[in-house]
Structure formats: C-alpha cells, structure tokens
C-alpha cells in the first residue's frame, strides 16, 4: 500500500499551490482519502476528506473557501488545491487512506500514510 505526495513547495502569502498523491494500488473510489498537516511542534490536524467514492466532504474550518480536495479515480490520485494561502498553513502535508473511517478529521482513523509534503509560506 502506497501514498506519493508531490506538488509541496515555498510561496508568498496569497498565493497558490497543488498537492498531488498518488495512490496507484488503490481503488480510489472505494476508499476514503484525506489530507492532514502538522506543522512544527503541534499535533497533525485535518484538513480535507472525501468519503468513499467521492461522497461527502469535510474541511476544517480554518481552510474552508480556501482550499479544495479532489480526486480523480481514473488517475488513483487525490489532490488539494490551496488558494490564498497564509503563513500559518506552513506544514508538513500527509495523504492519508482507509477504507472505513470514522471521524474524517481524526488521523487515529485512517491506516495509511505517505511521507508528506513540506508547504511552507512566507
């Protein structure tokens, strides 16, 4: 079971960014994915889950209108567009995969991990 993240980078405040993960052994619509953060000395929190097969969303609310996830289950990837992005969304992102799920903004919930993707803003 893999999750790639790509996309991760530095950018000025107000700008944008797309993160990428890459789930090829999955079938992405039968799953439930999300992307979570933690930045440095802090607990790694939510941010954005798509139940199975594309069914309801979740944001914190310290993103929303802000950020979208997507997926595309042909491509087995699950994305995370950033807009308007502020020095306090610096973090480390984690794609994160279960099949069953339970809070959708608990990381104790999802089984599978990728490596992250640093996102820091100046």
């Known amino acids: 079971v893999q999750l790639v993240e790509s996309g991760g980078g530095s950018v000025q405040a107000g700008g944008s960014l797309r993160l990428s993960c890459a789930a090829p052994?999955?079938?992405?619509?039968?799953?439930?994915m999300a992307w979570f953060r933690q930045a440095p000395g802090k607990e790694r929190e939510g941010v954005a889950t798509?139940?199975?097969?594309?069914?309801?969303?979740y944001y914190a609310d310290s993103v929303k209108g802000r950020f979208i996830i997507s997926q595309d289950n042909a491509q087995k990837t699950l994305y995370l567009e950033m807009n308007s992005l502020k020095p306090e969304d610096t973090a480390m992102y984690y794609c994160?995969?279960?099949?069953?799920?339970?809070?959708?903004?608990?990381?104790?919930?999802?089984?599978?991990w990728g490596q992250g993707t640093q996102v820091t803003v100046s």
């Open positions: 798509i139940r199975t097969g594309g069914g309801s969303i």
């Open positions: 994160a995969a279960d099949r069953w799920i339970g809070d959708p903004m608990s990381a104790r919930d999802f089984a599978y």
């Open positions: 052994g999955y079938d992405t619509s039968s799953i439930c």
